[in-house]
């Protein structure tokens, strides 16, 4: 489990709890990704591309560096209103097998993925499976009675729940998806209120494991199966999935995690399960010791599969329109002008909002943003351990919003 945001991030949030995510919120009324249901976007105009997103701008020469110091293994994309403007692969998907990253290659998301279960409870809130103010109780059996009683699926996926989950058995090596549900079903039971509902909770594990068993019991389906079905496979994003380890190490189509080690090597993580990060916000970690990513976060996806998952968000496909804005509304003030949504933050930038969300662990970085109000989608997708995953965020913002450096609202 993992989680964080953009602005004033700190090495903990980024490397121990998925780290980063720029963003900002849809106000009511305001344009999803620049898309309307039943209405072809208008054609863009030479005026509508910055030219420090275009090939051979600023935010382009700013990666091609970063990519010859060794700073940058992954994919970057910058979408307009659906059109690809800036395509980049840098470095090995498997440096065992010698295969390069490219647009085809699916990375892990950590925290990144964890919207999808957001969507998910929005789904069946929709369909009148749920409501956003039902307690825990109302849907899982097996609880303390102060968290059944009172902590809400809006305090869930707001981050106001008042709970904490007790620290996770890093060194644990999964062998099964029954293995990986039994645990973390377990460890969100574990969960106590330590604080009056409503309260903005730090990175708790049940903020999104519990919504996740919550899709189960009111569908019928693994969450796993669920966002499969209902999120990847009806926005068309086919390279995307909840892969396991096997899937992991045989599939060419999925990049592997670089983890530096205390003497500064870099081993492929998912391939040395006994090696663990040395860094103190994360020691002991190895993304590869989960068979599958814990109900509730991560998954793999591509940088393209990332821009139809903007697209279907904004035009219908995922959620109708009001449910959607609802998502992305801003809920929480982080300070400045900086929010959070539901399982993201959100920010103002430049006089427009922005929002996404951004994942980390070791050999892993992720991120992607959406500009609703100029159709803009972004998205850094890395594998290798010091890729400075908020300045590339950073500049991202700046190409697109015309900010000039300090001038993305914060908090």
């Known amino acids: 489990m993992d989680s964080d945001s953009v602005r004033g991030i700190n090495r903990r949030r980024l490397l121990g709890r998925g780290g980063l995510a720029a963003a900002g919120v849809v106000a009511a ?40 110091e060794g700073k940058f293994s992954g994919v970057v994309l910058l979408s307009h209103r659906g059109r690809t403007v800036l395509s980049r692969s840098y470095g090995m998907a498997d440096r065992e097998k010698g295969i390069r990253n490219h647009e085809g290659i699916a990375f892990s998301l950590s925290s990144a993925g964890m919207p999808f279960g957001a969507v998910a409870i929005l789904q069946l809130a929709q369909q009148g499976g749920l ?17 059944a009683e009172q902590v809400t699926v809006h305090h869930l996926l707001s981050g106001t729940s008042g709970l904490s989950t007790p620290d996770e058995d890093v060194q644990r090596v999964f062998q099964s998806r029954e293995e990986v549900y039994g645990y973390y079903e377990q460890w ?36 796993w199966d669920y966002v499969q079905e209902n999120i990847f496979g009806r926005c068309g994003m086919t390279g995307s999935a909840f892969h396991t380890r096997p899937q ?28 663990g990060s040395p860094h103190a916000d994360v020691l002991g970690k190895n993304p590869g010791r989960g068979f599958i990513d814990a109900p509730g976060v991560g998954g793999f996806a591509t940088a393209p599969d990332l821009v139809r998952f ?26 400045g002008s900086a929010f959070g949504a539901y399982d993201m933050p959100v920010h103002i930038v430049n006089g427009q909002w922005v929002f996404g969300r951004g994942g980390g662990n070791p050999g892993v970085s992720a991120n992607w943003n959406i500009y609703p109000y100029t159709g803009w989608v972004g998205v850094v997708l890395g594998n290798c351990d010091g890729l400075p995953l908020q300045e590339i965020t950073g500049r991202e913002m700046q190409a697109i919003t015309r900010a000039s450096p300090g001038n993305g609202g914060g908090g």
């Open 29 to 68: 009324g305001a344009p999803l990704v620049g898309a309307r249901p039943g209405r072809a976007d208008p054609a863009a105009t030479d005026s509508d591309i910055p030219p420090a997103t275009r090939p051979g701008g600023a935010y382009d020469q700013y990666l091609a560096k970063l990519a010859a």
């Open 188 to 223: 969100v039971r574990q969960s106590e209120l330590v604080a009056v509902p409503g309260t903005r909770t730090s990175h708790s594990g049940a903020d999104v494991g519990i919504p996740a068993l919550i899709v189960e019991a009111v569908s019928g389906k693994t969450y």
């Open 310 to 335: 903007a697209r279907a968000l904004g035009d219908g496909t995922v959620l109708d329109r009001p449910w959607a804005e609802l998502l992305t509304g801003a809920k929480i003030p982080h300070g």
């Open 131 to 147: 409501s956003l103010s039902d307690t825990v109780g109302a849907h899982l059996k097996g609880f303390a009675k102060d968290i």
């Open 248 to 275: 992991w190490l045989t599939d060419e189509h999925i990049a592997h995690p670089y983890m530096t080690l205390a003497d500064g090597s870099q081993v492929d993580a998912v391939r040395n399960l006994d090696k």
